[in-house]
């Protein structure tokens, strides 16, 4: 069993920086996907970035080179910093992890992001 705690959201001006932090516990072991996604009103939930524990990212195309992703392994934790924020990244962010080998797929209550104009 595992359980995915999330922080970091809040209301920032356009142009500031959120720091969004989830925190993993439980049995986890293998290879396994931790990410960041987002679902704003009326809008399906979309992926915003990911981390393997291999090291590997991946980073959708409205977010790239504003966005970054961070991840330990060690303590099982998925880090994500957001500069540059637009009103478009108002959104109920959700932490996820998932493994298809272990047929894990696990998400976080999500925290709300709103960015102001």
């Known amino acids: 069993q595992v359980q995915l705690v999330e922080s970091g959201g809040g209301l920032v001006q356009a142009g500031g920086s959120l720091r969004l932090s989830c925190a993993a516990s439980g049995n986890i072991f293998g290879i396994t996907v931790m990410g960041w996604y987002r679902q704003a009103p009326g809008k399906q939930r979309e992926l915003v970035a990911d981390?393997?524990?291999?090291?590997?990212?991946t980073y959708a195309d409205s977010v790239k080179g504003r966005f970054t992703i961070s991840r330990d392994n060690a303590k099982n934790t998925v880090t994500l910093q957001m500069n540059s924020l637009k009103p478009g990244d108002t959104a109920v962010y959700y932490c996820?992890?998932?493994?298809?080998?272990?047929?894990?797929?696990?998400w976080g209550q999500g925290t709300q992001v709103t960015v102001s104009s």
């Open positions: 996820n992890l998932n493994s298809t080998r272990y047929r894990w797929d696990f």
């Open positions: 981390s393997t524990s291999a090291g590997s990212t």
